[in-house]
């Protein structure tokens, strides 16, 4: 009755919790933390930077991963009796080689070949760097006193089951830097008080159930660097008071879902460095208290997404070199007290924005401090940036200054240049955020990708380059038709141009703003880098993105390219041939080879801009891991090569663009009342 009282009163607390949880909007907006009892509110990544940001310093405090050590310290520190020892030594027998302080006995480096024979009062025996190579029956039994044994370094091999027997008062036992394989079962069974039990750097290969058997107050178990494969069925089953275990630098490969059951007062749980390769989703249901969880440097291929649901006090998880496919936000959300958290990715950290320290600090693309990582790029960011936007705008004044014959040509020109432009803009974004972010940059990284100003450069970037290529594609598909098939008169008149230029505009749109439509599909589409393009993805993305990424750059722009690097081929040809026949065109042919010049320079910007981008794409798919700074080098250097040379491709060397150019300048000069009257032949490819 009482406990069913006991459990309505506990249900209704919990419900009370929950609705007040869920009316109270937290303090902070997400990703921003508390300045301690102030109401000021900071980026995650301010925490613990050695700066003073909040003014009362509680963006500096509890800087150091502590969790677990307090309490597990606090418990095994508050139970050892320290008493100052005094010179005096109260054992009647022991080896010369030994240091003997009241009951304490320390024999290291003594060359002892096994246990000497002692006085039965001892409390402490360190048999440090010894030569004992095996522990008998029985070798401690009259020994009742012992509260710690240090059996470090001295390559023991075979450990009777018996040899532990009778040591009722053990507290701490250490076995590390032995040679140790294997445990016998109930080799502990006498060991009632032990507390710390050492066994780190043996060769253990395997650990049973029954081996823990007695050890009903252990409280820290470690076996670092031993060979174990697999762990008991039930690990916990026999060590109630087990807080601590550390497991790290095994071969451990399985875990099955019972293993941690009923270890109810585990606090740390370290499984770094084993071979896990799978976690099943209830295995850490039972631990209720755990604060500490290491599973990094595991070739875990997935993780649950209720894998840490149970884990509510947990306040440091360590995922460091795993990929996680399929993270998303609910994964950390259930453990309210994370403190700090490990990722593999920088990028990462966008999942867990209530955790105050989140690892790494940045990504590979800008350095610590600054958004771009290099000077050389710091600089040329507003280099090409400004070249772009010049050329473009200089050619979108010229062309609307001097009247061409062919005006709908020149409206196709006209528009290419606005599309380059936005290439320029989108670069002097990305330098004034440079500079906006610099020294600093680390701080902000997470928001600054999260932010709608990185999505809107995102956007901004992919528009300018999916409308130039697609433009580009069809100017050459125009001229193409014109050269291949000079007598048919399938040219565009100015309406159709207009309708075609209009589509353009719409698809480089559309294929712009869809991944803005299902954040759950797309994710954050262009917030995966400092540079917000979505160029390279590591295997870890969402499929949506990555798919999505990937139908652009090879889909629909390597398929441009090829038609356009196939078309001028073709006319190339075509126009070697035409040259070659008709001999009374002869003058024109000085022209046909610049044409043909231009040519080689149009296919070879495309290649320069695309090419990269193609083989990034195309290792991403070969799994190939790729230094994060590769995408700033092609998002400043190579991709904006087209909309910097279309300029002058498209209409500073044209010769209907120079001869215009001559004849202004030459009006200009003469001041001259009458019209040079000079016949121009025009190329169907000049303007
Ligand atoms: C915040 O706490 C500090 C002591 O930790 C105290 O001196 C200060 O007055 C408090 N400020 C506010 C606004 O409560
Ligand atoms: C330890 O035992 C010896 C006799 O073996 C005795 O003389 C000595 O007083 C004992 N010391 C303590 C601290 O009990
Ligand atoms: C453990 O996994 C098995 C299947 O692998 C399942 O039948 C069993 O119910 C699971 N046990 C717990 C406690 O989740
Ligand atoms: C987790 O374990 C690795 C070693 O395997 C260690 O380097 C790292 O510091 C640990 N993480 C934490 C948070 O203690
Ligand atoms: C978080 O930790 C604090 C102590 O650090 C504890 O009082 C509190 O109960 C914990 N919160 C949860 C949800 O367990």
Redesign the pocket.
């Known amino acids: 009755m009482f406990l069913l009282l006991h459990f309505i009163v506990l249900i209704n607390v919990k419900d009370f919790a929950l609705s007040e949880g869920s009316m109270i909007t937290p303090p902070c907006q997400k990703g921003y933390f508390p300045c ?4 000021k509110c900071l980026p995650q990544a301010f925490h613990c930077d050695g700066k003073d940001d909040c003014g ?1 310093g509680a963006d500096e405090e509890n800087c150091g991963d502590t969790s677990g050590w307090a309490t597990i310290f606090g418990t095994v520190h508050g139970n050892a009796n320290k008493v100052a020892l005094t010179q005096e030594c109260f054992l009647k027998h022991y080896p010369q080689c030994c240091d003997c302080k009241e009951t304490e006995l320390e024999c290291v480096n003594g060359g002892l070949k096994s246990v000497p024979v002692i006085s039965n009062n001892v409390t402490l025996l360190s048999l440090k760097k010894n030569k004992i190579h095996s522990l008998p029956d029985k070798v401690f039994i009259k020994y009742t006193k012992l509260k710690k044994i240090f059996l470090q370094y001295n390559c023991i091999k075979h450990i009777s089951r018996k040899a532990f027997f009778g040591l009722y008062n053990l507290q701490i036992l250490y076995l590390n830097h032995n040679c140790i394989t294997m445990l016998r079962a109930g080799i502990f069974k006498d060991l009632h008080q032990l507390t710390w039990l050492i066994l780190d750097d043996n060769p253990i290969t395997r650990i049973s159930q029954r081996l823990f058997m007695g050890l009903n107050s252990l409280f820290f178990l470690s076996m670092v660097n031993n060979y174990l494969e697999a762990l008991p069925k039930q690990m916990c089953a026999q060590m109630p008071q087990l807080n601590w275990v550390d497991l790290e630098g095994n071969r451990i490969k399985y875990l099955t879902n019972s293993t941690f059951l009923s270890c109810d007062s585990l606090t740390v749980l370290d499984l770094s460095s084993n071979m896990i390769m799978e976690l099943s989703p209830h295995l850490f249901k039972d631990l209720k208290l755990l604060q500490k969880l290491n599973l990094s440097s595991n070739p875990l291929m997935y993780l649950h997404k209720n894998q840490f649901e149970s884990l509510k006090q947990l306040q440091s998880l360590d995922l460091e070199r795993i990929e996680i496919p399929n993270i998303n936000t609910r994964m950390f959300q259930p453990m309210k007290n994370l403190s700090h958290i490990y990722f593999k990715n920088f990028r990462y950290c966008s999942y867990a924005p209530h955790v105050r320290i989140c690892m790494p600090l940045t990504d590979g693309i800008s350095s610590f401090e600054d958004l771009l990582a290099n000077d050389i790029l710091r600089i040329f960011v507003w280099v090409i940036a400004f070249i772009i936007c010049f050329g473009n705008l200089f050619v979108i004044g010229m062309r609307s200054f001097i009247k061409a014959e062919n005006t709908t040509h020149a409206m196709s020109i006209k528009i290419l240049c606005c599309a380059d432009c936005l290439m320029g803009v989108y670069l002097f974004f990305v330098g004034f955020f440079d500079i906006k972010y610099r020294g600093q940059y680390q701080k902000y990284a997470l928001l600054w990708m999260e932010s709608m100003q990185c999505r809107l450069m995102g956007f901004l970037a992919m528009l300018s380059t999916e409308v130039s290529v697609l433009l580009l594609t069809y100017l050459t598909l125009e001229k193409f038709l014109a050269i291949v098939f000079p007598f048919s008169n399938i040219r565009p008149g100015k309406r159709q141009t207009s309708v075609i230029l209009i589509c353009i505009w719409m698809a480089g749109f559309l294929i712009a703003v869809i991944p803005f439509w299902n954040e759950d599909y797309f994710g954050n589409f262009y917030g995966k880098n400092g540079v917000c393009f979505p160029l390279y993805y590591d295997q870890t993305e969402d499929i949506g993105s990555k798919g999505y990424s990937l139908g652009i750059f090879l889909g629909v722009n390597l398929l441009a390219f090829l038609i356009i690097v196939f078309s001028y081929i073709t006319m190339f040809c075509s126009i070697q041939k035409t040259a070659l026949q008709t001999t009374e065109v002869r003058n024109h042919i000085g022209r046909d080879m610049a044409v043909a010049n231009r040519f080689l320079f149009i296919v070879f910007s495309d290649a320069i801009c695309w090419i990269p981008v193609f083989v990034i794409k195309i290792l991403s798919l070969f799994r190939v891991e790729m230094p994060d700074t590769m995408t700033s080098w092609i998002v400043i250097f190579f991709l904006p090569v087209n909309s910097a040379l279309n300029p002058i491709l498209y209409t500073l060397t044209t010769s209907f663009f120079k001869d215009k150019l001559k004849e202004l300048l030459h009006r200009h000069r003469s001041k001259s009342i009458f019209k040079i009257k000079k016949k121009v032949y025009l190329h169907p490819l000049c303007g």
């Open positions: 301690g009892n102030l109401t009362n």
